[in-house]
């Protein structure tokens, strides 16, 4: 069970700005959230900046922002940190791929782990509570090689149970969807993965690749979210279909399209009637403008297309659309670090959204609309819900995307995890020292020559 917990003085900008709250939580879970009449001059309270972890407490937050614990809907903790060992010289997706195709074999699942754990705990440092994470499934190396990654996500998912919600989504091989490899998901299914994933785009022949997956996903009743469309071919559109078979199947919110990139490469017109059947179908979909800038547009000459979806296109429709951090240091993206707002910048950045109501969508795009897409209930500012929340320091979004503030206090059902520092000070002892051997095993210093 979480600590009793009593904030005054927050400012809340999900909610409604220029007014100050207090937030009580008991039991883990929010009990109350009440506007201010002013600033509470409480004279029980704790200056947020002198705290030092301990429970049972009112904090002063001296008017800083909280947030609903931050969701991040697109992950891959298991390749994160993987750079050193899997380099990247074209800087190409498909160049990614393969040298992580055969790199595989020879990761360990503890140091599969170690990747996974720093990398979700790195998240959490940030804010960020809730985590869906998509997990490499080289079932063409072997069932083994495909379950050590499943093993090593699994046991993570349960000892950081009390700190971060772990998603796990096995993304099913595009290049020969085997029975061999339904049988390998089915098994990662009954071990307890979250849903089924893959790449579909990529196969030759698509539509019978979806077709599998959803047949999957159907017998165990699970999740679909699905890479989708990264590529500049404004011809590749296996959106549209995915979202007929969301109708065929009335599986209206629990489909997620990620990437989207061919999107933003065809005439508006088309792209337009894919995003209405989107909606017409209840997708969800996540943008990775962080890696997609990355990776895309690399054959253009001039111009250069960036790769982005079409952001406000996809919100105007109605889409549950969220922003999410992708691939930290690896061959697929090397730079980010997990930092939601961060991402969120970058969003901002890309889509042009930088109106005071932009601002505040790119900020739901990284708590409220994430939560929708993954399906994550108890969520959000509410009482009812987990008291799970980040409070930084900065009085408002402005100043919040003009200075990515490094100071920020993270509680997870009402428990403190993570005091305000440049880096992680972490309140838990437990969490402390799965930090540390995980930094020390995941190291930018440690790691074989690339390959």
């Not at 985590?131 to 046991?155: N, P, S, W």
């Not at 698509?206 to 011809?235: G, K, V, W, Y």
Request: glycine share 8%; charged share 25%; aromatic share 6%.
């Amino acid at each position: 069970m979480g600590s009793d917990l009593k904030v005054v003085n927050a400012s809340l900008p999900l909610l409604e700005e220029g007014r100050l709250y207090t937030l009580a939580a008991k039991g883990g879970k929010w009990e109350t959230i009440v506007a201010q009449e002013g600033y509470d001059r409480a004279p029980d309270a704790v200056s947020v900046e002198e705290w030092n972890g301990g429970a049972d407490v009112t904090l002063d937050a001296k008017g800083n922002i909280v947030l609903p614990g931050l969701a991040d809907a697109h992950m891959h903790l298991d390749k994160a940190f993987s750079l050193p060992q899997v380099g990247n010289g074209s800087g190409t997706l498909e160049e990614a791929v393969l040298n992580y195709s055969a790199a595989a074999p020879a990761f360990t699942k503890r140091e599969i782990k170690a990747r996974i754990m720093r990398s979700a705990l790195q998240a959490v440092s940030f804010g960020t509570t809730h985590i869906r994470t998509h997990l490499d499934f080289q079932v063409k190396h072997g069932k083994e090689v495909a379950m050590r990654t499943v093993e090593a996500a699994l046991e993570v998912k349960q000892e950081l149970e009390p700190y971060v919600t772990i998603q796990l989504f096995p993304m099913l091989p595009y290049y020969d969807l085997t029975r061999e490899a339904i049988e390998a998901a089915e098994e990662a299914l009954r071990m307890g993965v979250t849903g089924v994933g893959g790449a579909p785009h990529l196969a030759p022949a698509p539509e019978p690749d979806i077709d599998r997956l959803f047949a999957l996903a159907a017998r165990f009743d699970r999740p679909l979210d699905l890479h989708t469309d990264e590529s500049d071919d404004p011809n590749i559109r296996t959106a549209a279909y995915i979202a007929r078979r969301t109708l065929d199947y009335g599986w209206s919110g629990r489909v997620t399209v990620d990437h989207l990139c061919s999107l933003a490469a065809m005439p508006d017109g088309d792209a337009a009637r894919i995003i209405a059947l989107m909606a017409e179908a209840g997708l969800s979909a996540v943008t990775l403008p962080g890696a997609n800038m990355y990776l895309q547009g690399r054959r253009d000459s001039f111009p250069v297309r960036r790769g982005v979806t079409r952001v406000k296109e996809l919100l105007a429709a109605g889409v549950p659309l969220a922003s999410a951090s992708d691939n930290i240091h690896d061959p697929f993206h090397p730079f980010g670090k997990g930092d939601l707002l961060q991402i969120a910048l970058i969003t901002a950045y890309a889509a042009h959204m930088g109106s005071p109501a932009e601002i505040r969508t790119v900020l739901r795009m990284i708590t409220e609309h994430a939560a929708k897409v993954i399906g994550q209930a108890d969520y959000g500012l509410r009482p009812g819900c987990d008291a799970d929340m980040v409070m930084l320091d900065a009085a408002s979004p402005e100043e919040l995307f003009a200075m990515l503030p490094d100071r920020r206090w993270v509680w997870r059902k009402g428990k403190a995890i993570r005091l305000a520092g440049s880096k992680p000070s972490w309140v838990q002892p437990d969490l402390r020292a799965r930090w540390e051997e995980a930094e020390q095993e995941v190291s930018f210093a440690k790691g074989r020559e690339f390959r």
